[in-house]
């Protein structure tokens, strides 16, 4: 047994490997019942120490003294080997058992052990998939207290069962007994995929649920089974009322039928006509295709008119829409109900940076400040380094083009180059004279009147 150092380092510390939290399947491994027929070691020693005697001819052993084995159990769980090697490393996990009888024994559940840290089965989580083969190694030991669980020492081995199996995944316990001669050990165990796995290795992964994220449960091979009412890869596709326009209408949750803009109906296969529409019809929403004999927008109207009074000016086209009524379709730049009204393009304030606007026919043209050009007076030829502001105006360049000034007190206009008349508004009273101070404004009272502008006896 040597060689074991470093496995014996890993496993000194516990009794047995802690469960993983996440893992795909678990092996599980149960002893049952062991029997050491003469209570002896490997080396056919006494487990207290004694020497057994020699076997005579009948069989029957002769002088062997009383042996009590306390016996406990290293066991190694790897990957399958041809010829299986009891050294480390046990790559699927290993475990140590505490003292759990005497020479020949059943070996008993967690509970009854009385030893929290065992656990019968034994188990050894899976974070991939299972293999399906797996050589395992059983040893056998005695030790003489059980605070001392050390297996280093070759010479406390009992027995050793070294084997390897092919093992498919189920719930059925596959049996085994294994026989040395002097002992025997009677085992079972299987490899069990862990809750919402599924498959020959346990690799597939399925977890019912009903939520935005899918609603199905799983089948026996973990495949996803969609709840009623549902679809899709993952059942997160509502299926709608049958008969539902799949164009036209959708829904949210099963059984339901709303419909898209424009339709309407309980399968959502009805448009919704243009809103005022008399006596027209519809194949797509909005429109209002007009019965024989009617016209205008709502098809609430006859036709006949527009020929004899010719009422649309500007070039406009006039329809008749019946029993006197008509409607103009104004050119570009007119409106009214006669296209009689030119529309005013300076009304939107199209010209940028000071810019002036004067209204032409369907157009507008804009007259720029110094320094500005383009159709909107957009574009900027000067910039702040040409010294565009007066009066002392501030400037600051536009990201876009062009600068902005931002005026002294006294001064406006697009480069502060209009002084304000404070004394323009007339502010004083009673006579008073206005006299501007450059930013600001006083009153000269007549006699018997005082007050900021003049305005008290």
Known sequence: ????????????????????????????LKLQEFVNKKGLL?????????????????????????????????????????????????????????????NSFSVPDHAASGDPSFSNPIRFPFGFTWPGTFSLIIEALHTDSPDDLNTENPERLISRLATQRHLTVGEEWSQDLHSSGRTDLKYSYRFVCDEHYYGEGCSVFCRPRDDAFGHFTCGERGEKVCNPGWKGQYCTDPICLPGCDEHHGYCDKPGECKCRVGW??????????????????????????????????????????????????????????????????????????????????????????GGSCTDLENSYSCTCPPGFYGKNCELGAMTCADGPCFNGGRCTD????????????????????????????????????????????????????????????
Request: charged content about 15%; overall charge neutral.
């Open 42 to 102: 490997g080396n056919r020693n006494c487990c207290r120490g004694g020497v057994g005697g020699a076997q005579s001819s009948s069989g029957s052993a002769s002088g062997l003294q009383q042996c009590d084995c306390k016996t406990f159990f290293r066991v190694c769980l790897k990957h399958y080997q041809t010829s299986v090697s009891p050294e480390p490393p046990c790559t699927y996990g290993s475990a140590i058992t505490p003292v759990l009888g005497a």
């Open 398 to 457: 536009n990201p876009e083009g062009g600068y902005s000034c931002h005026c002294p007190v006294g001064y406006s206009g697009f480069n502060c180059e209009k002084k304000i008349d404070y004394c323009s508004s007339s502010p004083c009273a009673n006579g008073a004279q206005c006299v501007d101070l450059g930013n600001s404004y006083i009153c000269q009272c007549q006699a018997g009147f005082t007050g900021r502008h003049c305005d008290r006896r």
């Open 264 to 353: 309407q109906g309980r399968y959502c296969d009805e448009c919704i006509r243009y809103p005022g529409c008399l006596h027209g019809t519809c194949q797509q929403p909005w429109q209002c295709n007009c019965q024989e004999g009617w016209g205008g927008l709502f098809c609430n109207q006859d036709l006949n008119y527009c020929t004899h009074h010719k009422p649309c000016k500007n070039g406009a086209t006039c329809t008749n829409t019946g029993q006197g009524s008509y409607t103009c379709s104004c050119r570009p730049g007119y409106t009214g109900s006669n296209c009689e009204i030119e529309i005013n393009e300076c009304d939107a304030n199209p010209c940028k940076n």
């Open 1 to 28: 047994m040597g060689g074991r150092s470093a496995w014996a380092l890993l496993v000194s510390c516990v009794l047995l490997l802690p469960s993983q939290v996440w893992s795909s399947g678990v092996f599980e």
